[in-house]
């Protein structure tokens, strides 16, 4: 009986506004997919899984052209490596002043993603905010996963958070990303049960499992 409540207890999903920024975004196809970006900072699980399911789905609608990551030592970009998906890496430049830092650094990935002709940018475990400035340029062109269920529990230490606070649900989200703090619009959900025995480590393997099937999902309808 205890797996049966182990399997997300639900999802929601709100209605897909990509009016601002770039401009509406065009329907994807398998014979001619949205390009997309995934930008990630550590082991790349989700990247991982979307990749595998955009290669599974012969349908698909998306595809990931290129894996960036701020981290040189990113295990994740081995794995894309190793799926075939070209990667790039762009730490932070040299620059004492911190607004400067983050400007210039911006401004290579923003160069990046139009060299590539990137259509839309997937944050999954990427662990920089990114600024005001880059959202403008692409405003509902980038979109994050969060494992917790937004608004509740944002920033960089979800799970600590969820056990601090005692309650009996978590679960993930996929949202637009603003300028604030996991705080754009709610594109899906899925929630988990946290168990009295769980540690940050229980909690996260079972949240990531959600969130290995969430995240494509809402891909998919936003490309279709």
Same mark, same amino acid.
């Given at each position: 009986?205890?797996?049966?409540?182990?399997?997300?207890?639900?999802?929601?999903?709100?209605?897909?506004?990509?009016?601002?920024?770039? !401009?509406?975004? %065009?329907?994807? +196809? @398998?014979?001619?997919?949205?390009?997309? #970006?995934?930008? =990630?900072?550590?082991?790349?699980?989700?990247?991982?899984?979307?990749?595998?399911?955009?290669?599974?789905?012969?349908?698909?609608?998306?595809?990931?052209?290129?894996?960036?990551?701020?981290?040189?030592?990113?295990?994740?970009?081995?794995?894309?490596?190793?799926?075939?998906?070209?990667?790039?890496?762009?730490?932070?430049?040299?620059?004492?002043?911190?607004?400067?830092?983050?400007?210039?650094?911006?401004?290579?990935?923003?160069?990046?993603?139009?060299?590539?002709?990137?259509?839309?940018?997937?944050?999954? !475990?990427?662990? %920089?905010?990114? +600024? @005001?400035?880059?959202?403008?340029?692409? #405003?509902?062109? =980038?979109?994050?996963?969060?494992?917790?269920?937004?608004?509740?529990?944002?920033?960089?230490?979800?799970?600590?958070?969820?056990?601090?606070?005692?309650?009996?649900?978590?679960?993930?989200?996929?949202?637009?990303?603003?300028?604030?703090?996991?705080?754009?619009?709610?594109?899906?959900?899925?929630?988990?049960?946290?168990?009295?025995?769980?540690?940050?480590?229980?909690?996260?393997?079972?949240?990531?499992?959600?969130?290995?099937?969430?995240?494509?999902?809402?891909?998919?309808?936003?490309?279709?």
């Amino acid at each position: 009986m205890g797996a049966l409540f182990r399997r997300p207890q639900g999802i929601y999903t709100v209605a897909c506004d990509m009016t601002n920024g770039m !401009g509406p975004l %065009r329907t994807g +196809s @398998a014979s001619n997919p949205i390009r997309c #970006a995934v930008l =990630i900072s550590g082991s790349g699980s989700g990247m991982e899984a979307m990749v595998l399911h955009q290669q599974a789905d012969i349908a698909c609608g998306h595809s990931t052209v290129l894996v960036l990551s701020d981290n040189p030592e990113a295990t994740g970009l081995v794995k894309a490596e190793r799926l075939g998906i070209p990667t790039y890496c762009i730490a932070l430049p040299e620059e004492s002043d911190r607004t400067l830092r983050r400007h210039l650094h911006e401004q290579q990935i923003h160069q990046l993603m139009e060299e590539h002709q990137i259509e839309l940018i997937l944050l999954s !475990g990427y662990m %920089r905010l990114v +600024s @005001a400035n880059f959202v403008d340029q692409w #405003a509902s062109r =980038i979109i994050n996963i969060h494992p917790s269920l937004l608004p509740a529990f944002p920033g960089a230490h979800a799970h600590r958070d969820v056990l601090a606070a005692g309650v009996e649900v978590s679960g993930c989200t996929v949202h637009y990303v603003d300028a604030g703090m996991d705080s754009g619009e709610i594109l899906g959900q899925r929630r988990v049960p946290v168990f009295s025995d769980d540690d940050e480590s229980t909690l996260a393997d079972r949240v990531k499992t959600e969130e290995h099937h969430l995240y494509p999902e809402v891909v998919n309808r936003i490309v279709s």
